[in-house]
């Protein structure tokens, strides 16, 4: 069993910042993508960013240059720095990672429970 926890979220002023965390417990053999995903009120879950083992980042073109993926691969953690906060932000925000679960290759994908940012205008 593979737990993903997020923290950092919280009320924040428009053009502020927010870092959030995502720490990923239980068994597993090796975590490959460990990505940011939010969900505002009525809308679509979408992708924020994304980040592999091996380094390679990506992100949602709404975030672009203000926001900043990065992981500690032996702390099996993931790290959102959200700089110049937009009232479009606002949202909960999802942590997911996926990979292997054991030595047979057996492949996981789990979600974690979401931490909620907001910004104000």
């Known amino acids: 069993q593979v737990q993903l926890v997020e923290s950092g979220g919280g009320l924040v002023q428009a053009g502020g910042s927010l870092r959030l965390s995502c720490v990923a417990s239980?068994?597993?053999?090796?975590?490959?993508?460990m990505n940011w995903y939010r969900q505002a009120p009525g809308k679509q879950r979408e992708l924020v960013a994304a980040s592999t083992s091996g380094g390679t980042t990506n992100y949602a073109d709404s975030v672009k240059g203000r926001f900043t993926i990065s992981r500690d691969n032996a702390k099996n953690t993931v790290y959102l720095q959200m700089n110049s906060l937009k009232p479009e932000d606002t949202a909960v925000y999802y942590c997911?990672?996926?990979?292997?679960?054991?030595?047979?290759?057996?492949?996981?994908?789990?979600w974690g429970q979401g931490t909620l940012v907001t910004v104000s205008s």
């Open positions: 239980g068994s597993f053999f090796s975590i490959n993508a």
């Open positions: 997911y990672g996926a990979g292997r679960a054991d030595t047979t290759y057996r492949y996981f994908e789990v």
